[in-house]
């Protein structure tokens, strides 16, 4: 018997929203079948394009009866209001990260999402990228022993526009909190964050109070280190990288080429391009994987799809090591 497709309503419309609206229209098991975004001409673009009832109102999608579930992927501000929101009608929702950029504000959300049956989900979908979830598994299964030490290497080709650095929190809550997840996802929980930046390209970084660069050292309670190393741009491609390393030995994850043809000459050997240079081409699997385990989850599947608490303890890193960076100094995670 052929299952009914899971109808989604998708809140914002801008790069990531359009991300998911052709995810959803590509899931066999989703349909997109409203669309809000305050600025009714993008949403009247998406569902153009992919589907669905364009709206300028979330209350008006919320209040529909013919959705199943919310994708939000609208500005971090608006999250935590929605994600509430979707609690309250009784439909399941994932969310892209942060939560929410205030701590206190996630807590006082806590105890409703931990006492309600209706599901949520946090946007952490490089856990479903294929060659890093079977790093995980291999990792998880002892292939090199005890996993003493990660490394998670993340550059973008460039920095994103001022005014996107202004309301999202700087480069912890926006670009690290991938890792800060990825970190406890290999080695468990994080007891201690020491953390560095510095401003050395990026006028936007500059003018917001931010950071381009930034390198990052977690210790977990297992007692394994995790070092983090970041940077607003990089002339190679889009530079993701991670290495599991223990007693019996290493496991890599090397970066996406964007071709495999190279070139060979007098001035150089194995002359390669540079590796793809946009989030959507590396992670296209991942964020389609994200969304079929969402799926899981609101079926009442077994599920792997991160959860609030999971966003939580991330948000919680990324503060530690704002402060870590601003004050020079190590930060206890069992103090916060």
């Known amino acids: ?61 919320l209040d529909a009866r013919d959705i199943d579930a919310v994708l939000v992927a609208s500005p971090t501000p608006t999250h935590l209001a929605l994600i509430e929101a979707c609690i309250d009608a009784g439909l399941p929702v994932l969310c892209e990260k942060p939560i929410d950029l205030d701590i206190a504000r996630v807590d006082n959300l806590r105890t409703k999402v931990a006492g309600s049956a209706v599901p949520v989900a946090i946007g952490f979908n490089q856990r479903f990228d294929p060659s890093f979830a079977e790093a995980r598994a291999r990792v998880t299964a002892g292939e090199i022993g005890r996993l003493e030490q ?57 003018a917001h109070g931010d950071y381009d660069t930034v390198a990052v050292i977690l210790r977990a309670a297992s007692g394994g280190i995790a070092t983090v190393s970041n940077s607003r741009h990089t002339v190679i491609g889009y530079d993701q990288r991670i290495e599991a390393h223990g007693a019996r030995g290493m496991i890599q994850v090397a970066n996406a080429p964007s071709s495999l043809v190279s070139a060979s000459n007098s001035l150089a050997v194995e002359a390669k391009p540079p590796y793809v240079d946009f989030f959507l081409e590396r992670y296209a699997a991942a964020y389609a994987g994200e969304l079929r385990e969402f799926i899981k989850l609101v079926r009442g599947e077994v599920s792997a799809s991160p959860t609030f608490d999971d966003g939580r303890a991330a948000l919680l890193l990324a503060n530690a090591a704002r402060r870590s960076a601003e004050k020079g100094a190590i930060v206890r995670i069992d103090a916060e």
């Open 150 to 206: 990660l490394s998670i290497i993340s550059r973008d080709p460039g920095p994103p526009p001022a005014e996107y650095i202004a309301v999202s929190g700087g480069i912890f809550h926006d670009m690290t909190i991938h890792d800060f997840d990825m970190a406890r996802h290999f080695l468990g929980d994080i007891v201690e964050v020491s953390a560095t930046g510095a401003q050395l390209f990026d006028d936007g970084a500059r």
């Open 1 to 61: 018997m052929t299952r009914q497709r899971l109808r989604f309503g998708l809140v914002g419309t801008g790069r990531i929203g359009q991300v998911h609206a052709a995810g959803i229209a590509a899931e066999p098991d989703a349909e997109l079948v409203w669309v809000a975004d305050p600025n009714l001409s993008g949403a009247q673009g998406v569902a153009a394009r992919y589907g669905g009832k364009p709206t300028d109102s979330t209350e008006e999608l």
